[in-house]
């Protein structure tokens, strides 16, 4: 996305942690290719206990939040960062996936929803809402698995949360370099999660892709990014470095013939 000469410029940026949570399936299809896509197990609901600060705050966790948190932890502790260090001065900047949500539940709201056949927005709001666990509203609010992360982790410098796809990710990453850059931040975490394997992001991906299956995974993964003289001054060896930012459209292909 940015193919300007200043980015290259200046100290450099490197990958200092790395951390991700991924189904056990889909990670040996990932690193061997050895099962069909079918055949892969890609329903994942890690639970990341050893991170939290009350075991109790788990209740209020879905999917999402566990997968981020979980994966974002690993990546943290990895680059060797301290609570105490990273408090002020480490910014969290992510891609969250579509709101997740199972059938059973849509089913309980739009049957209470309707009268006379048709969808009421009065019993919606009123007798449909209230069908539904009131805990079930946190798994759809895309700003929790940030909010988790934030709080458990103790991160309290800047932040940045972003939608699902390629160029909303690389706008997180964007934005998180120029902090470093203007030394605004020593460190940025940059990730993102996604719950896929439940009913309404399924349902979402065949509209546009009714010829063929989807193969939806539950993933997350998080880098913790800092300027190379940062990391060379704490006695960190860097895992990699990052030496441009650019996102290349893929070719688009030939309608076919009717």
């Not at 200043?6 to 949570?21: A, I, N, S």
């Not at 050895?34 to 009350?54: A, G, Q, W, Y």
Request: proline share 5%; net charge negative; hydrophobic share 40%.
């Amino acid at each position: 996305m940015d193919k300007t000469p200043e980015f290259h410029t200046g100290d450099p940026v490197v990958v200092t942690g790395l951390g991700w949570d991924v189904s056990r399936g889909l990670w040996e299809f990932l690193t061997n290719g050895s099962k069909e896509v079918t055949s892969i197990d890609l329903f994942h609901d890690c639970n990341p206990v050893e991170f939290l600060l009350h075991r109790k705050t788990l209740k209020f966790m879905s999917k999402q939040d566990r997968l981020a948190l979980s994966a974002s932890a690993k990546a943290l502790a990895a680059s060797g960062v301290c609570t105490e260090a990273r408090r002020e001065r480490c910014g969290l900047f992510m891609a969250v996936g579509y709101i997740a949500f199972e059938r059973a539940e849509a089913e309980n709201i739009c049957t209470y929803a309707q009268e006379d056949g048709r969808f009421s927005m009065r019993r919606f709001s009123t007798e449909a809402f209230d069908r539904v666990n009131p805990l079930l509203a946190f798994a759809c609010l895309p700003n929790m698995p940030a909010h988790h992360i934030s709080t458990n982790l103790d991160l309290q410098g800047e932040y940045l949360l972003t939608y699902p796809g390629p160029g909303e990710f690389y706008v997180a990453l964007q934005e998180g370099i120029a902090r470093l850059r203007a030394r605004d931040l020593e460190w940025v975490l940059v990730g993102g999660v996604a719950d896929q394997s439940n009913f309404l992001v399924q349902n979402h991906f065949s509209k546009f892709r009714p010829e063929r299956p989807v193969m939806a995974a539950d993933a997350a993964a998080f880098m913790v990014l800092e300027l190379e003289d940062h990391a060379r001054g704490r006695e960190r060896k860097p895992l990699s470095g990052l030496v441009g930012l650019e996102l290349r459209q893929a070719p688009s292909q030939k309608a076919p013939d009717r």
